[in-house]
């Protein structure tokens, strides 16, 4: 989620980053204090429990193994067999806390297999410096066939516009696809991603399907989509789009409900999609599919959803564990694809409390699906 980026040349932002940082560094445990707080669940109490999936529960106490600083640690796992993220609002990955090391949107290479993750900064101000400076959030990374794509959302909170960007050197420079700053002619390739058009899709969620999207069997992206980073209405959207045509914003097509044959139909125009059943959340999160229970699984901080299909239909495998304290007032968790167990999977994710609740830092942990037996 974020605080307020650096932006140069806006004195009220950079004062409260001032303020924010002297707190910080006047911490040992560099804790971020409250500036925003999580919604409440309000899910609808009529969301289907998962046939799959009897419950979940949590392996692992928050591992933390190294120092950092920051919120939206989302991953995607590239050919080179590396784990390539993101992470906004902080110094990332490092134990130094400067001033000059702050950024609102960061990438990251992760060697090694999860938990036991080495990471090496790649890009402070990604996507890309841009001038006059903007504030820029990540809300989901893919790589494929050589190639890194980002879409992130500009910015943090109501987000004014969500766009694509794409790296071709495995993230130490970015491209800009389709964004333009406020009060300025739209480019003939602009995001159709905006807030003056209510678009659901501002925070996109790429889902990631193994190594180098190498579990996709159709030759398409899947992205389920939400308007807001936090406080959205709850209803998710699903966009599809042909690998390769990923940065072509005309080529996507949303889901805009179902035929008689109960098969998606989809439409070109994001003003026909429809809410995706069973799907609800608050604020962003992750999509992968799962080989192990041959699953599409999506993790918000409130619940894990599952599907056998990217349209659903969707539903509960289970709440986010209530204990332990360790665990609770984390958001926007970040689900790993590389380290899948044949019942689990390694996930991500940030707090913004004082322990034994989550902390402003990058935190892994394993999940585990209990399966119903027997399988339908």
Request: glycine letters at 10%.
């Amino acid at each position: 989620m974020g605080m307020i980026g650096p932006v140069g040349g806006n004195t009220k932002r950079d004062a409260a980053w001032v303020i924010w940082l002297t707190i910080a560094l006047c911490t040992t445990s560099f804790e971020l204090p409250l500036f925003a707080q999580q919604p409440e669940s309000r899910a609808p109490k009529d969301l289907r429990p998962s046939p799959v999936i009897q419950s979940i529960s949590l392996a692992t106490a928050p591992l933390m193994p190294f120092p950092s600083s920051g919120d939206l640690w989302f991953t995607t796992w590239a050919d080179d067999d590396n784990l390539y993220g993101t992470w906004g609002d902080g110094m990332g990955p490092t134990a130094e806390r400067s001033w000059s090391l702050m950024t609102d949107c960061g990438g990251v290479k992760f060697v090694g297999d999860p938990p036991h993750l080495t990471p090496t900064i790649l890009l402070r101000d990604a996507p890309t410096q841009f001038e006059p400076r903007v504030d820029d959030k990540p809300s989901s990374v893919l790589f494929l066939d050589g190639r890194l794509h980002g879409q992130f959302h500009s910015p943090l909170g109501d987000a004014r516009i969500g766009y694509l960007a794409y790296s071709d050197d495995y993230g130490e420079h970015w491209t800009r696809v389709g964004y333009y700053l406020p009060d300025v002619e739209r480019p003939l390739d602009a995001s159709p991603w905006t807030k003056d058009v209510k678009s659901p899709f501002r925070c996109l969620f790429f889902i990631n399907m193994g190594r180098n999207y190498e579990l996709n069997m159709d030759g398409y992206v899947y992205g389920l989509g939400i308007g807001r980073e936090w406080n959205w209405s709850g209803d998710v959207y699903l966009a599809r789009v042909d690998q390769k045509r990923i940065l072509r914003y005309s080529a996507w097509e949303y889901l805009a409900g179902w035929g008689a044959d109960g098969k998606p139909l989809w439409s070109n125009s994001q003003a026909d999609a429809k809410p995706v059943p069973g799907l609800y959340t608050a604020d962003q999160g992750s999509a992968i599919y799962h080989p192990g229970v041959k699953r599409y699984i999506f993790l918000s901080s409130k619940h894990l959803f599952d599907a056998p299909e990217p349209w659903g239909p969707w539903t509960v495998a289970g709440e986010f564990p209530s204990e332990p304290p360790e665990w609770q007032e984390g958001y926007q968790p970040g689900i790993m694809t590389k380290g899948l167990g044949a019942d689990s999977f390694w996930f991500t994710m940030t707090g913004q409390a004082q322990k034994p609740n989550m902390t402003y830092s990058f935190h892994i942990g394993q999940m585990v699906m209990h399966l119903a037996s027997p399988r339908p």
